[in-house]
């Protein structure tokens, strides 16, 4: 039975790694992938999945206006799929994680999405929301702060490493540092205006 | 290390039964606890955490303007507390969520939340897309569609069992079944508009 | 698709509470169930699934030699089964865990064993070997230890609560203890001769 | 808080690409990790951990004999270790699975094993038994069956691709395929000797 996953992590935990190793297990059995990824991601070329450790592979290219659901439908009718994948998933807008779940109930083709749980200020992508929402399988991959914990916000950093707290959700290039919630320091940097009381 | 934990399911899966179940644990052991409970949900009598399966016992009411932070702050003074536990988490505002989470991170009380995801039309609940972007574990509970497939999504029944896809998101009292994605028809109630393109 | 499920835990997790539970949900939607409970455990009489929490309900006693798989296919022909749920399920033989697979997968009917994964000296359950093998899915249910960590281990006390390490591995009756590993000290009591060598 | 991870999954599901990259997240972040590999396991070239997805880097090997506790405890008085990796970890002893727990609980120095559940009859590698029995965390890592199902079996095949039902536990460098449980006909390649009775 197809199923919609969300695997979900920090940045640098190594979800795109994850992404390629799951295609290769299809490819390998002689079962048909699509990967896609979106445009605004060029920091490996256009229509690249890159892994830090090494890993890279071409990918089809989609912008926010883009029916998934249409465009996999049509690959699907050309040759069988047996699987679609999504990295930087955070970045689909919430009508594209609409057409996934038709992709898994209406196409029966499993989906794996990878991607991001929230911004350098600790705010959930629009996309990430529908994702945590109506996935199937929600499912972690880990990785480390500095500190020893499990990182799981992503703080933003300038050219010297200085951190910052201001700024558009999406800007590819800058630099970002996976941190525990307690480093990331998630009560100062959040928009939800809060402050434990003095007294206290 | 104490850890901040949102347990979803779908309706009727047992999450107040885990829930009890979790505050019996501690106790036995001699560690106190503190439940709190929405001030809209009376259905089992204002301050009760309820299960179907037969269980119940008093909790704190809680209102969206209430201070988690500060009232478990308080009570932790009083005498050590070991675990907060909050029923129908989903309606907490983002504010009491990054409350929640200071009580892990500075107080060092792990915190268990029990919720729904998404609505009668698959809406995310504002307190459960943040709660499924800052905890440090997500659990699945699990329960059965009658289509025999995991139940993920909540429909909305009337008094005579006819599905209801209008009407505001917190309605207390009417009816729900637990059902899976495709039986649940996402893609007819949800407030995203998409259709299949008829060609395709 | 039906799949084979070992809800695993140390002793006073709630798992009792958990299959009750599960029965349940599956029973509400006019689906019927079989639950097993081994003959062994009489603690609250003979064929009753009972949790510390105040629930209980009737269940089929099973002894080493009878074939689960037999057992369930006759009763799914007189009706039609839709779950089969298994109580201390470390009592199983490893030929009822292989009569278990079949169940799943040539009658088609989900599988819910609950159990333990070792005994009071760090062993594991025959049983649990090879539900730990051959299960689909393997669920943790947690609780706490005195310690405040995760309990993951079953240390045996004596009327006195006074720890007992030596003994038979069933010993239904006695009462035990929820402990993490450390607290356990599976160095001391494992049946495996292991010290650290005293220069390190 | 130091825990002992278990993933577990079947043959060619990425593993070892998953160890690599655990490894290569700590020391991005300038933390040391140690890298064990078992002897018997040539197929790379002695002391070498390798993905078929094209990464490779060096590794310590281990043979039965070794404590992997005072191997570790020397290192990481040498230099402070954050991490043990171990791969193909159905191959530790019984006795190096307790030597693991122990790096947890008393040097807390995480500890990230790798490896199989089960051999090519279906049986239990005495390793993880241990593993699955003692570990804190159990993550299983999926890869798919030709069937479309999550595989969880591992067929031996031998040169000519024709499936080997008898033989020795290990047996490295023939060739394996990850199955789902019905395609590998669990019962009739199991040693536990149980056939269906025909009446049924």
Redo the contacts between chains.
């Keep these: ?1 197809a199923k919609f996953y969300f695997y979900y992590a920090a940045m ?3 979800k795109s ?2 992404l ?3 295609a ?3 490819e ?2 002689y ?1 048909k992938t699509i990967i896609f990824t979106p445009k605004l991601d060029d920091r490996y070329g256009v229509g690249k999945v890159a ?5 890279d592979r071409e990918a089809e290219i989609f912008e926010g206006e883009d ?1 998934l ?2 465009w996999t ?2 690959e699907h009718q050309r040759e069988k799929l ?2 679609v994948l999504v990295d930087e998933a955070q970045f689909l807008s ?2 594209q994680v ?2 996934l ?2 992709i ?3 196409l029966k083709i499993p989906v794996l999405c990878y991607g991001l ?2 911004d350098f200020r ?3 992508f629009p996309g ?3 994702l ?3 996935a ?1 399988e ?1 499912v ?1 991959l880990k ?2 702060c ?1 500190s ?3 990182a ?1 916000f992503n703080a933003r950093l300038d050219e010297d490493g200085n951190r910052v707290t201001e700024g558009d959700q999406v800007s590819i290039g800058l630099n970002y540092e996976a941190q525990a ?2 480093i990331f320091e ?2 100062k940097v ?1 928009p ?3 402050k ?2 003095e007294a ?1």
């Design positions: 039975m640098n935990a190594g790694t994850n390629l190793q799951s290769h297990n299809y390998e059995r079962m892994s830090r450790i090494g890993l029916d659901y249409v439908a049509h047996s699987c919430p009508k609409l057409q779940t038709l898994v109930d209406k749980r929230t600790g705010e959930p990430s929301v529908y945590m929402a109506w199937d929600l972690e990785t480390i500095k020893g914990k499990k799981t919630r307690d998630l009560d959040s939800i205006d809060y434990i009381p206290n």
